[in-house]
């Protein structure tokens, strides 16, 4: 029996030992699970949101057009439907806001802008315009960067409109408003056309009939864009800080002409 109990022992030692070893080995905390957290969300009766400019996207880059000098880009010019030197206000909407003014001054309608971010503009009530020939000389005096300035036409309400615009970096481009949303038919350019900085001066031109609408900047032809959803309405001038600093552009010399059809 002693022999037994020796051959029975070591074996029953070893179990032993291993199950002692393994209770005191450290034991793997297991991974703790987190239940995802859902926010509750509002259900709210949807606004229109007013976007007055489209992102900025980076400017495309076009090889120099080849214009052929016989070739009229604003044919069949009729006479001259109206003449504006800025000497009187009685037509233009203008006033002061906590971001800026416009305000006219000797024959020249002057937009300062004193916040950044902001945007300021004023409408001229008459004429209301379908097919026209329109000329402007915009003078930025403060300007860099990416701040931009330029003309509103075909403005049926103030969140209806097109805006050729052009920036203080030497830039063109023709947004779209609608409904209070802008998209942009033809994105930034770069331009040769643009002198960059201020003081400047350059004179803008549209010539727009049907859906069909042509732009010019001191004479050259810039781009034409086809788009048939604001047929008619009225003009106006704008300037806007894209940066931080202050931004003037004076606007002078409207010249409005008829398209013979």
Known sequence: MAGINHRIGLPFLVIVIQLSLSTCAPTATPELYQEPTVTPSLTTTPTATIVWFPPTATP??????????????????????????????DSWLLGKTSSGSAALGKNELTIAISEPGAYEYSIRQTPV??????????????????DEYGLLFRLASPG??????????????????????????????????????????????????????????NDEYQFTVSDPLLPAGNLGVFARSAGQMDVTVSYTDLIIRDILQ
Request: with cysteine; glycine share 8%.
């Open 160 to 217: 209806d409109f097109y805006r050729f615009s052009l920036s203080c970096d030497g830039q063109v481009r023709m947004d779209r408003v609608v409904g209070g949303r802008a998209s942009s038919p033809q994105p930034w350019t770069r331009s040769g056309a643009v002198p960059p900085g201020a003081p400047s001066s350059s004179r803008l031109a549209v010539w727009a009939m049907g859906k069909e609408m042509r732009f010019f900047v």
């Open 129 to 146: 315009l379908s097919d026209f020939f329109v000329e402007i000389t915009a003078s930025p005096t403060l300007c860099r960067g990416e």
């Open 60 to 89: 495309t880059l076009f090889p120099t057009r080849i214009i052929t000098p016989t070739q009229d880009y604003h044919p069949n010019l009729g006479e001259v439907l109206l003449s504006d030197d800025f000497s009187s206000s």
